[in-house]
Each structure stands twice: as C-alpha cells, then as structure tokens.
C-alpha cells in the first residue's frame, strides 16, 4: 500500500498535469483534494493538448481510477463540458471516475456573487478568476452550502431554491451593476446536474480506507500551487482551499501518517497570475522572453502570467511546510539561451538580510538577494539522459538542491509526457 501526494510548490501553473500523467502507470489511483474549475491542468502527448479542470489527470490511462474528493468545489455545467470533452477518446468515464458526495456544487449564483465581489473591490480586487469558488468555500465554511450526496436527496430542489435566493439578496448588496439572467443560467445548470447524475457517488474517505487496506497505491493531486494556499500563502491574494499537504488529509480523509512520499512541482523559474506580491518579477527583456517561450498564459483563463526568476526563500517555505520528499524541476528548457540566470537566495527585509518568508513581502518591505548563473544555449527539448544536459544546467540544479536540501529527480525539457527526464 503506498499513498504519495503531489502539489505545486509556487504560485500554481507549475506542471502538476504533465507529471501525474507521467507517474499514473505507477497508481491504482489518483485522487484530487482540492481546488475547483479555475485549475487547469495540461497534458500533451500524441500530438495532442488535454485541459483538465476538475477531473483527476489520470483519467487518460487505462487502468487507473480517478476520484474527485471532498475538497473540492465542482461546477456542474463546467464539469459536464468536461465529459463531453472526452468522448472522442472512447473513455469509460462511468467506471473511470468517482466523486465524493461530500463535494460542495458552485452554484450559478455563487458565479454571480464572485463576479458582484470582485467588481466592488475596484483597484483592490484579489485576481478572481470569477468561477464562483470563493463563495463557494464561503457557504461550505459557514455551513450552508450543497454537496454532491444532497442531488440524491428528495428536497434537492428546495435547497437550491433556499440557498440561491440568499445569494440574489447577498448580489443586490453590493453597489455594482452585475447583469444576468438567472432562469437561463438555472436551466444549463439542472441539464448539467442530470448528467452528473450518470456518474458514480461514493464516500470516498470509505472507498480510499478500503483501497489501503486492500494494498492498492494511491496519488493525491493538488491544484494551484502553495504559494495560493488559504492559511500558507501570499494572503489575501489566495485562493479558497488548502492548497499544502495538509489539504491532503482534509481533502480526502486520508490519514497523515498514510502519506509517503510528498511530490513537489516547481518551475526553473517562477510565474504568478492576477494580482499579489511577487518579489523576483521580472519587468525587463527577461521576463517577456520566459513568458513567449513558456506559453505562459493561463490553460484555462488564457491570462497573460507574469514571469521572473527563480525565487529560492520562497521555495524552500513551501518544502518547508509541505515535507517534501523530492522535487520536480518544469521548464528547464525555457531557461535555454540566457547569458545569465539569476536565482533569489535571501531578501532585504526592513533593513535586514532574511532567508524565510515574512508575513507580508509587498514591495515595500522585500528587495531581493540575487546570485547569479552562467547560461546555457544548447536545445534541451530533444534530450532524454540527465548526462546529456548541459553542464551549466547540472550546476543550476545542484546549487537549488543544497539550498533546500531536497532532491531533483525528475527534469521536465518540453511539454510532451516523454520530454521528461529522470535524474
């Protein structure tokens, strides 16, 4: 019985679909903890890009079962675009694919609500991407909201009516025009339920205590990264989960003592998307170059990311409360044809030189402590030996594992599932 666990350790968009793609063949199950429809995990192999956005990204693989845990928050109309999505590649989702009854749906009106909240915000808006999944996590905190198991039940419907005429008084609140027509978006959302429907509920903190008990292995996949953690990260500008370890546990119901190996994602550099504080970023030549050659725009959103270099305080925050046991290094191939790599090994924090994350790193408060790297030109996407990577790069990532004391065991040079080499 083995249960490992794989989060991105930055501020998300790190890899985590390509590499659970890559490590599927070695689980009987993956299972997701957190997140919802703003994840977008992309794999790329026959020629061919996939975008996930709540469904596991192990579904492509035939002997693998995919859950989606209690967690996480699902949208029912983005989740049924999803399956449809799939049909062409003949997967038999119906016994592929699990979910949690205790999942909490997004609503149409928590859409709305997210959409009425960021625009009330004005210049202070956090980046929302305006899926409904903060207020979502809000009713599930404050305990009104509706899972996946009450579509079972015989007042479903009398819930939903309850709960959606609370989020239209909460909507008329806020002193912005938000324009909708409820009654449409009401209607794609009970075709969507119907469909979900098809699909199998279970109690998945059940069904993954049998599976260990039955000697089965188990991946748990994180979405964004845990630098966007609700506890953990560059608050308020977050997401709504936990995003760390620990989201693991809660989000499945699995045991902390359970869990083995803790699979970290980074990028050879480091990106952000929407608002929030971001030390190493790069507003010269440097950072348009990571972002055109690293296709940095969002899979699901299609924003722009803002790129900068490697930030190792913050990298080594995140190892730091995640327990990771090794770490995997995407994009090394972006990095190819820089004169010079710059890496954040410590910041200026009021004064003072501090290698740990502070409570706030506004720009205000954090300069950061650069050391510099040789470059490398050669093409590293045709490469399939750590032996053959360019000696400046060997460098880079043995300078990165002694500063956080972690293993790099995976080297990621191109998008495609075997662009992937093992160290």
């Known amino acids: 019985m083995t249960v490992d666990l794989l989060l991105g350790l930055q501020w ?24 919802g429809p703003n994840a977008g995990h992309t794999l790329e192999f026959d020629g061919i890009k996939h975008v996930l956005r709540t469904i596991p990204s192990g579904i492509f693989h035939p002997n693998s079962i995919n859950i989606i845990g209690n967690g ?48 009330a915000k004005g210049k202070a808006k956090i980046g929302s991407t305006l899926k409904g999944i903060g207020p979502t996590y809000m ?18 419907h009398a819930r939903y009516r309850a709960l959606a005429d609370k989020h239209e008084a909460m909507i008329s609140y806020y002193d912005v025009a938000i324009q909708y ?29 049998q599976a260990q008990k039955a000697g089965k292995s188990i991946l748990c996949e994180g979405a964004q990264g845990s630098l966007l953690d609700v506890d953990f990260g560059t608050y308020p500008f977050v ?27 980074f990028k050879a550099y480091t990106t952000r998307v ?31 990311r803002r790129c900068g270099w490697l930030d190792l305080v913050a990298l080594k925050y995140a190892v730091q409360i995640n327990g990771v046991t090794q770490l995997m290094m995407m994009k090394g191939d972006v990095l190819s044809g820089f ?15 501090i290698a740990h994350l502070p409570y706030t790193i506004e720009p205000e408060n954090v300069t950061p402590v650069y050391t510099e790297f040789k ?29 956080v004391g972690v293993p790099i065991k995976i080297v990621s040079v191109g998008p495609d599932r075997k662009q992937t080499i093992t160290k």
């Open 12 to 35: 998300g968009d790190e890899g985590k679909g390509k590499i659970v793609d890559v490590l599927t063949s070695n689980y009987d199950i993956i299972a997701r903890f957190q997140g």
């Open 181 to 209: 027509n409820l009654q449409e978006l009401e209607a794609e959302f009970f075709t969507a339920i119907e469909e979900l429907k098809k699909l199998t509920f279970i109690d998945s903190e059940e069904y993954l205590y």
């Open 239 to 265: 997401t709504s989960s936990n995003t760390t370890a620990a989201g693991a546990c809660t989000g499945l119901g699995i045991a902390p003592n359970q869990i083995k190996e803790v699979y970290g994602i």
């Open 375 to 403: 470059g490398w030109k050669a093409d590293l996407t045709g490469m399939h030996a750590y032996e053959e990577l360019p000696v400046e790069l060997k460098e880079y990532i043995a300078f990165i594992e002694a500063e």
């Open 72 to 119: 996480v928050v699902i949208d029912p109309v983005v989740f049924s675009t999803e399956i449809d999505g799939l049909a062409k590649f003949k997967l038999d989702i119906t016994k592929k694919l699990f979910i949690s009854r205790k999942a909490h749906l997004i609503l149409p009106t928590h859409r709305l609500l997210d959409a009425a909240s960021e625009a």
């Open 139 to 156: 009713d599930k905190t404050g305990r009104n909201g509706i899972r996946v198991g009450d579509i079972e039940l015989p007042d479903f």
């Open 274 to 304: 929407g608002s929030g504080p971001f030390p190493t970023e790069d507003f010269e030549e440097a950072g348009d170059v990571m972002a055109k050659v690293g296709n940095e725009f969002g899979s699901v959103t299609g924003r722009k």
């Open 339 to 353: 004169e010079t790599l710059k890496v954040c090994t410590a910041y200026q924090y009021n004064g003072q030189e």
